[in-house]
């Protein structure tokens, strides 16, 4: 089974800044859209941001705008979110998982397949 391998999280003060990284499956990065989500017990797995290889589209919650930002190497097949002025409501389980096209204006968690087992991020005030 191809799967994500998101990494990079860790445990911050409010305000500083992390990278994630998210390995993608080779058989999953040309002509798709990798997205980042986050999720807290009890709540529902939300986007956070996205880029698409197959048309450049971005999506970027709005919440996060302005401070986070969303890269791709392709060659290792991998894409980052820096995120920067980190906030306590930032804090989740971070994950990635792709689709095929370009970035919906409203990802949806079960539109996407191949969960990896996420990055926990910690935000302190």
Known sequence: EVQFVESGGGAVQAGESLTLSCAAPRSLWDGYAISWFRQIPGKEREAVACTSNYDGSTYFKDSVKGRFTISSADAEHTV??????????????????????????????????????????????
């Open 80 to 125: 980052y979110l820096q995120m920067s002025s980190l906030k306590p409501e930032d804090t989740a389980r971070y994950y990635c998982a792709a689709i095929g096209g370009y970035c919906s204006p409203y990802p949806m968690a079960y539109e996407y397949a191949n969960w990896g087992r996420g990055t926990q991020v910690t935000v302190s005030s």
